[in-house]
């Protein structure tokens, strides 16, 4: 598929190849579908409606590779905390002490290394595989973004959870008498729910399945299951997941220009590029088509919208379908499927036309059977696809590419 870019509020265009055809961009063996073009940017990519836009622009959440692929961040995250977890738990439980989270021996004792020992590692194996599942998903700000500039908001949201944590604990005291500073949960918790920011305000949200009328599933169901996991995993979790998401909101939103104190220096960047990043860079698969990966961020940019707009159309169309069905306007596929899998069967279709001819046809514009024409599509597809479909275009288009 390609896509033309066109000005801020004008329409761009989009062409889908058929497989094994070598007609041009614009010949009868191609797919010309129009699409909205958002406004575009030269620091994010354009925004999509509730739920699916934000400060950092659109994002797909398939990055066309799976594993940790343009991803040594994460993967460091994944390996090093999880193993030294295990450690702890399994060989050496005598050492877990160093690393409990405890702000009151930070507060009376000035223990301050339990800032950092009590809030890398996770003591709880639970905690340890949910934090891990999320991370492995939320990789694909790494790969958007790059490795530093991620680096960089999981320090941020780490430091600023931190402060997080005094403030809401010393709240908790004054407002409940409660005392939660020796109680907190271990390890690398806070940043794991600031990601949750970028996740909601970047990621387009494309329905899956339709559930008990009002409900659906997305394709972030999933990722939200999984966060409500890890936030009732623990009676005092909320305290150090409330924290995690007030700072990743100030660190995506820009506030204060906390961004630019709260970063990985370019020098640092550079040294771990050198150091660690042949230690945890993967390989790139081989047994997937690259998508995602153009060697410029326009051009993964532009791969991106072309997903979107794949999947935007295909939820759209299931949407249009679900909704026919509730008002009791359920479109005829049944007349419209046996033509188009038998079109080459004389004897069904000189059968077919005896009973089209006991009622009488539904007129059809030639103007959207001219435009089905020029997308490839036979005048009879085109016309028997849009007579069952009510003469909607958008609907007989997907349903002629899916059949």
């Known amino acids: 598929m390609r896509c033309s870019q066109a000005a801020p509020g004008v329409e761009s265009s989009c062409w889908f190849r058929w497989p ?135 320090l941020g949201s780490w430091v600023l959870s931190a402060v997080g944590d005094f403030i809401l604990v010393e709240a908790v005291r004054y407002s409940f008498g409660i005392t939660a500073a020796r109680n907190l949960p271990s390890g690398f918790l806070a940043p794991v729910f600031a990601l949750f920011v970028p996740f909601y305000c970047s990621i387009p949200r494309v329905q899956v399945a339709h559930i008990l009328g009002p409900l659906s599933i997305t394709n972030k169901t999933l990722i939200y299951i999984l966060g409500l996991q890890l936030f009732t995993s623990g009676s005092y979790i909320w305290i150090v997941a409330i924290s995690g998401l007030i700072s990743g909101l100030c660190y995506n939103s820009k506030m204060l220009q906390v961004h630019e104190v709260l970063c990985v220096p370019s020098w640092m960047a550079k040294f771990c590029s050198w150091t660690l990043e042949p230690i945890f860079s993967s390989s790139e698969p081989t047994s997937e088509a690259r998508i995602g990966m153009g060697a410029t961020v326009d051009i993964q940019r532009q791969q991106r919208m072309e997903l979107l707009d794949r999947q935007l159309m295909l939820s759209q169309f299931a949407q249009v379908r679900r909704q026919r069905q509730q008002q009791g306007g359920m479109i005829n596929w049944n007349r419209l499927f046996p033509p188009l899998r038998q079109r080459r069967n004389v004897n069904y279709q000189d059968g077919r036309q005896s009973e089209q001819q006991a009622s009488p046809p539904l007129e059809v514009s030639e103007e959207q059977v001219a435009r089905l024409m020029e997308m490839g599509f036979s005048r009879g597809d085109a016309l028997e696809a849009l007579r069952a479909s009510n003469n909607d275009l958008n609907v007989a288009t997907n349903f002629l590419l899916q059949h």
């Open 20 to 154: 094994g055809r070598s007609a041009p961009a614009r010949s009868p063996a191609s797919l010309h579908l129009r699409f909205p073009s958002p406004p575009s940017t030269s620091a994010s990519p354009p925004p999509v409606p509730r739920g699916a836009s934000g400060s950092g622009g659109t994002m797909f959440t398939s990055t066309g590779s799976s594993g940790l692929y343009k991803a040594p961040v994460s993967k460091g995250l994944l390996l090093v905390p999880s193993a030294l977890s295990l450690l702890l738990a399994l060989l050496l439980p005598h050492c877990q002490r160093f690393f409990v989270y405890d702000l009151q021996a930070v507060k009376d004792d000035f223990q301050i290394w339990r800032l950092i020992c009590g809030r890398i590692i996770c003591l709880d194996l639970k905690d340890t595989f949910c934090s891990s599942l999320l991370i492995y998903n939320f990789r694909i700000f790494e790969r958007r973004y790059g490795s530093r500039k991620f680096a960089s908001f999981l």
